[in-house]
C-alpha cells in the first residue's frame, strides 16, 4: 500500500483550543440534526399535524443546510474564516431558539430553514479548513472531527429519551444556548486560509479550473462529477441502512426492540470507526482507506442478506462507511484544488443524497420486497467501489501526466 501524499505543511489554521471549540460545534450540529426526528410526537400533539407534516421539520432543515453551504462558499475566501463560522453558529442558535418558542408551525418551518442555514455554514466551514488546516495530518483530523458528530447524533436522541419529548423546546434552547460559548474560541481560528496544492505539489494557481475548454480541464470536470457521485451514493447507503435496517431485520424474524438496538449500534459503529481510522489516515493514502471502506462495506451488505448474521453484518457497514465522507476531502483537494467550490459541491450533494436516498429506495423496495434490502444496498455500495477505483486511475495518471 503507497503511503499517503506527503506535502509541505501549512500555516497552521487552528490552536488546540479552537480545534477543540470545532469539535464541540460538530457535537452541537449533529445533536440538532437529530432532535427532529424523536421531537415528532410532541410537534404532531402541538401543533395538531399529519405524520409528513410533522417530518417537514427536518426538511427545512435540511434544505437551509443545502443553501448555507452554497451561500457560504461564496463568502469564503472574501470574509474572513472567523465571520463566516461566527454567523454560522449564530444563526443555528437563533434557528434552534425560534424552533422552540415557535408560536404556530410556519414560524417553526422557518426557524428550522434558519437553523440549517446556520448547519450547512458549519458544516462546510469547519470541514473546508480541517481539509487543508494539517497537512499531511488532516485526513486523520477531518476523521476526529466528523466522529463528534457522530456523538452528538447520539446524545441528542438519547437526552429526548431522558427527559421526554414533550421537553423538545427547552433541548432546542439549550443546544441554542451552547453555541454562544464557541463564539469566544474563534480567535483561534485563522483568518486567512493557506492555498492548497495539488497532487503534483503545484499551488492551485498553475491549475487550469474545471472550467477550462482544455484537455486538463474536462479531465478536471470528470474528476469532480465521480466524486459527487461517490458522496451522493455513499451518503444513500448510510442513510439507507439507518432507515431501513429495523424494518428489514423485524421482516426476517427479530424483535422490535432487538431492530432498534441493532441499528443504534449501526450508528455507533460510524462514530467508532472514524476515531480507529485517524492513525490508520497517517500511514495510508486516501485511496486506499477509501477502496478499502467500500469493499468492506459492500461485502457487509452481501453478508446482511443472512438472517442470523444480519445485525453484525449492519454493524460491520457502520464501521466500513465511517471514513468516507472525511477522508474524501483531503484527496478532493489535493486532486482539484482549482475548483474552489468542489468542496462544496460535494458537501450540499451528500445532503442531497440523504434526502433523495428515502424515496429512491422505498420506491426500489416497492418493487422487490423488504428482504432485498441488503442487496439494493449493496448494489449501490458497489457502484461506490467503482467510483473509488476510477478517481484512484485518474488521479494517478493525472499525476503522472504534470
Known amino acids: 500500500m503507497a503511503p499517503p501524499e506527503r506535502v509541505a505543511p501549512p500555516t497552521p489554521v487552528f490552536t488546540a483550543a479552537a480545534v477543540v471549540a470545532s469539535c464541540a460545534g460538530f457535537v452541537l450540529i449533529g445533536a440538532l440534526q437529530a432532535l427532529y426526528g424523536p421531537s415528532i410526537p410532541s410537534l404532531r400533539d402541538e401543533f395538531g399535524l399529519s405524520p409528513s407534516e410533522a417530518g417537514l421539520g427536518l426538511s427545512a432543515h435540511f434544505v437551509g443546510g443545502v443553501a448555507g453551504v452554497l451561500l457560504f462558499d461564496r463568502r469564503y475566501g472574501r470574509t474572513s474564516n472567523r465571520r463566516i463560522l461566527g454567523a454560522s453558529y449564530l444563526l443555528m442558535a437563533a434557528g434552534a431558539a425560534g424552533f422552540a418558542l415557535a408560536p404556530d408551525w410556519s414560524v417553526a418551518l422557518v426557524a428550522a430553514f434558519v437553523a440549517g442555514l446556520g448547519f450547512g455554514g458549519i458544516d462546510y466551514g469547519l470541514n473546508q479548513l480541517f481539509s487543508i488546516g494539517f497537512g499531511h495530518r488532516s485526513t486523520a483530523m477531518l476523521n476526529i472531527l466528523n466522529a463528534h458528530f457522530g456523538i452528538g447524533a447520539i446524545l441528542g436522541p438519547t437526552l429526548i429519551g431522558v427527559v421526554g419529548s414533550e421537553h423538545y423546546p ?168 482549482r475548483a474552489r467550490r468542489a468542496g462544496a459541491v460535494v458537501i450540499a450533494a451528500s445532503m442531497l443524497g440523504g434526502v433523495a436516498a428515502g424515496p429512491a429506495l422505498g420506491k426500489a423496495i416497492e418493487w422487490s420486497g423488504v428482504r432485498a434490502v441488503p442487496l439494493i444496498l449493496a448494489a449501490v455500495s458497489a457502484t461506490c467501489l467503482a467510483a473509488t477505483l476510477w478517481l484512484t486511475r485518474a488521479t494517478r495518471a493525472r499525476r503522472e501526466s504534470a
Not at 497532487?199 to 487550469?208: F, I, K, L, Q, S
Not at 500511514?283 to 467500500?294: D, E, H, K, L, N
Open 170 to 337: 427547552a433541548l432546542f434552547l439549550a443546544f441554542a444556548l451552547a453555541n454562544l460559548p464557541l463564539l469566544l474560541c474563534l480567535r483561534g481560528v485563522r483568518n486567512h486560509t493557506p492555498h492548497p496544492t495539488d497532487d503534483t505539489g503545484a499551488h492551485a494557481d498553475t491549475r487550469p479550473g474545471p472550467g477550462a475548454r482544455t484537455p486538463a480541464g474536462a479531465a478536471l470536470r470528470s474528476v469532480l462529477a465521480v466524486f459527487v457521485t461517490l458522496y451522493v451514493l455513499h451518503v444513500g447507503v448510510e442513510a439507507g441502512v439507518g432507515g431501513w435496517e429495523p424494518t428489514h431485520l423485524e421482516t426476517v424474524g427479530y424483535g422490535a426492540g432487538a431492530a432498534a438496538t441493532a441499528t443504534s449500534v449501526y450508528w455507533l459503529m460510524m462514530t467508532v470507526g472514524r476515531f480507529l481510522v485517524a492513525p490508520i489516515a497517517l500511514r495510508f493514502s486516501a485511496q486506499t482507506v477509501i477502496t478499502v471502506s467500500c469493499a468492506g462495506m459492500t461485502a457487509c451488505l452481501l453478508l446482511a442478506r443472512v438472517p442470523d448474521l444480519a445485525p453484525y453484518a449492519y454493524a460491520g457497514v457502520g464501521l466500513f462507511i465511517a471514513p468516507i465522507f472525511p477522508t474524501g476531502l483531503p484527496w478532493l483537494n489535493r486532486a482539484a484544488p
